[in-house]
Nanobody, 115 residues
Framework: HVQLVESGGGLVQVGGSLRLSCAASGDVFELNIMGWYRQAPGKQRELVATITDGSYLRYTDSVKGRFTISRDNAMNTVYLQMSSLKPEDTDVYYC?????????WGQGTQVTVSS
């Protein structure tokens, strides 16, 4: 079993930046894919960005050029650097780890972009 603890959410003005962190613990033998998703009330959870253990990156179109995902394998941590934030980026952001055919989720962290 893998436990995920997220940090770094908060309130930021339009055009500002935030950095989300997610630390994995427990059975961290193979963290195949680490990533971030987001979800607004009443909507489906959507992919924001993922990074594989081979450092293959994937971003949803709306964040390309503004968000950067990275991982520190020694620390079992995945980061999401968010810049040029827009009001439509306001959501609860969830860390996700796919390990040994199981997907694990963090508790979510609120990101609010105010205009």
């Amino acid at each position: 079993h893998v436990q995920l603890v997220e940090s770094g959410g908060g309130l930021v003005q339009v055009g500002g930046s935030l950095r989300l962190s997610c630390a994995a613990s427990g059975d961290v033998f193979e963290l195949n894919i680490m990533g971030w998703y987001r979800q607004a009330p009443g909507k489906q959870r959507e992919l924001v960005a993922t990074i594989t253990d081979g450092s293959y990156l994937r971003y949803t179109d709306s964040v390309k050029g503004r968000f950067t995902i990275s991982r520190d394998n020694a620390m079992n941590t995945v980061y999401l650097q968010m810049s040029s934030l827009k009001p439509e980026d306001t959501d609860v952001y969830y860390c996700s780890v796919y390990s040994l055919s199981t997907t694990y989720w963090g508790q979510g962290t609120q990101v609010t972009v105010s205009s």
